[in-house]
């Protein structure tokens, strides 16, 4: 069984920056991509990056290029983001998941989810 596990989340000023983290455990888990997720209160869940887990290939959706990073430590089964110049519609629970075959941004297609952690941007 595979579990993610987001940490780092919390409340900043706009402008300020943050580290997101996602470990990942089970014994199964090789992943062919992870992602990064984000859902406001009242809005669907949106795509914000991915990252292919062997070749390190990177997308980011348009609202946070320049601005977030994602990288992965493929030893330590872990996916970190980046999240510098917070903007207050960056506020969202941010997911990371995992996809066994997929490198898209359909969240219905991932295989594996966090429980989330709450980014909060204040104005």
């Known amino acids: 069984q595979v579990q993610l596990v987001e940490s780092g989340g919390g409340l900043v000023q706009t402008g300020g920056s943050l580290r997101l983290s996602c470990a990942a455990s089970?014994?199964?888990?090789?992943?062919?991509?992870m992602s990064w997720f984000r859902q406001a209160p009242g809005k669907e869940r949106e795509f914000v990056t991915n990252?292919?887990?062997?070749?390190?290939?990177?997308y980011y959706a348009d609202p946070v290029k320049g601005r977030f990073t994602i990288s992965r430590d493929n030893a330590k089964k872990t996916l970190f983001l980046q999240m510098n110049s917070l903007k207050p519609e960056d506020t969202a629970v941010y997911y990371c998941?995992?996809?066994?075959?997929?490198?898209?941004?359909?969240?219905?297609?991932?295989?594996?989810w966090g429980q989330g952690t709450q980014v909060t941007v204040s104005s």
């Open positions: 998941a995992a996809a066994t075959s997929y490198s898209g941004t359909q969240p219905t297609m991932l295989d594996y």
């Open positions: 089970g014994r199964t888990f090789r992943p062919y991509a």
């Open positions: 990252i292919t887990w062997n070749s390190g290939s990177a």
